[in-house]
Structures are given as C-alpha cells and as structure tokens.
C-alpha cells in the first residue's frame, strides 16, 4: 500500500493540536482518513461494519456516508453524546451482542489503550467477524510522544508527575488514569500476541498517521515503541 502524503499527516497533527477545543473538526477528519484507510482493503457499500468504542459516532457517521450498514456500540454513556447515531448501543466491547461473524468489518480506533484487556477485546472482534472479513485495529502505544494523551508528552517523567503538571498548568482534573481508563500498551508484545493467533492473518501493521516509511518503523524493536506513535493493524479473520 502507498504511504500517504505528507500534507494529509501535517492536517491531522494539527487537528490533534485543537481536539480539545474543536473535537468535531478533529474526530470528523480523522474518520474520513479512517474510511479512507479501509477502503483500501475493501469497499464500504453495502457492508455492514461494527464501530466498537467510536464514542460520539464519528466513523460510525462516514461509514453510513459512504454506503456501509454501520452500528455504534460504546461502553460509556458519556462519550456517546446527545445525538448518537440511529441504532447505537450501549454495550462493552468484551461481550458484544451480537451474533458469530455478522460483521464484514470490524473497526476499532484508539480504543485498545483504554482497555485492561486487549487480548480479549481483540478475541471478541475476532468472533463478530466473518470468514475472510476485515478487522481494523489501531491504537496509540504507551512510548509514543502522545501515550499520556492529553498529559502527553510528560508521561515519559512518569504518569503521577505528567498529571500533576496537567492539572497545575489547566486547572483541571485529567480525563484519564493510568490503570483505570488509559493502560501502558506496547508494540511488540501487542504483535507477538496478535501473531501468534490462529484464527487472523496479519495484511498490514504500520504507524497510522506517518506520511512515510510507515511500515518500516514498526518492524524495528525499540525504535517502534516512539516512532510508531500509533499503530494500525490491518486483520483479516481466517476462513
């Protein structure tokens, strides 16, 4: 797959920058570019496409733009907003109600950092989707120069330092905890387990927003965990 541009990887930085001011500009853009992503893989029209953790329904809203059957299913009434998509449900995504293999895509974006249990969140997007269908995975790893998230880059001093310099500099309490609501995730434990599963193939894992060498980056250990900034996980679900 061709690397994307560099101006489409300065527009979404720059959106990043403003997403606590502006977060319809920065969650609107950045579900086009997901769409986008995964119509490289397959079309969109007509498939029916599960958005597990999509908060205010964002990439649920692109996907329904652009032809899919897209559902919304968010652990946390909050995220969802006043005016979730038509259909959403509130559900946890280690016990999706949903049926064997419904789904032609399984997405998640920026979801797994937020989970105690990746291993089994991925096993139940596994399980939603059909033989041969597509699973989209990305999320931002704990080295990466955004790991802390909006305490982000001062995590790397430590999380209890990062917070209390957040909530002297804004005022404000933090959105997320380390170990409640935000988890340390790594690259490469992330791929050895995901590489060692018998029911996926890997297509692709590559750094989400690099404008190039995206691939690349994410096969050299160590320097993957801070390059990488946010790994995307292309998986096809074995027949």
């Not at 599960?50 to 809203?61: A, S």
């Amino acid at each position: 797959m061709k690397d994307p541009s560099i101006r489409r990887s300065v527009t979404l930085f720059r959106a990043f920058m403003r997403e606590q001011q502006d977060p319809e500009h920065t969650y609107t853009l950045l579900a086009r570019d997901a769409a986008n992503q995964v119509e490289r893989y397959v079309p969109l029209k007509d498939r029916v496409v599960v958005d597990i953790g999509g908060g205010g329904g964002y990439f649920t809203e692109e996907f329904r733009r652009r032809g899919a059957q897209s559902y919304l299913f968010e652990p946390d009434a909050g995220e969802i907003g006043s005016r979730p998509p038509e259909g959403t449900v509130l559900a946890d995504g280690y016990l999706l109600p949903l049926a064997d293999g419904v789904a032609d895509v399984s997405f998640s974006s920026n979801v797994l950092e937020h989970v105690d249990d990746p291993g089994t969140f991925l096993s139940e997007m596994v399980r939603v989707t059909r033989p041969g269908g597509l699973i989209y995975v990305s999320f931002t790893n704990w080295y990466s120069p955004w790991g802390g998230h909006e305490w982000a880059p001062w995590h790397y001093l430590g999380a209890d330092r990062a917070v209390s310099r957040y909530q002297r500099r804004t005022g404000k309490p933090v959105k997320h905890t380390l170990g409640e609501n935000l988890h340390a995730i790594h690259i490469g434990p992330t791929l050895k387990q995901v590489r060692a599963r018998d029911d996926v193939q890997v297509v692709s894992a590559r750094s989400r927003y690099w404008p190039f060498l995206a691939g690349a980056v994410a096969k050299v250990p160590g320097l993957r965990e801070v390059a990488t900034w946010n790994l995307l996980l292309i998986l096809r679900r074995c027949p």
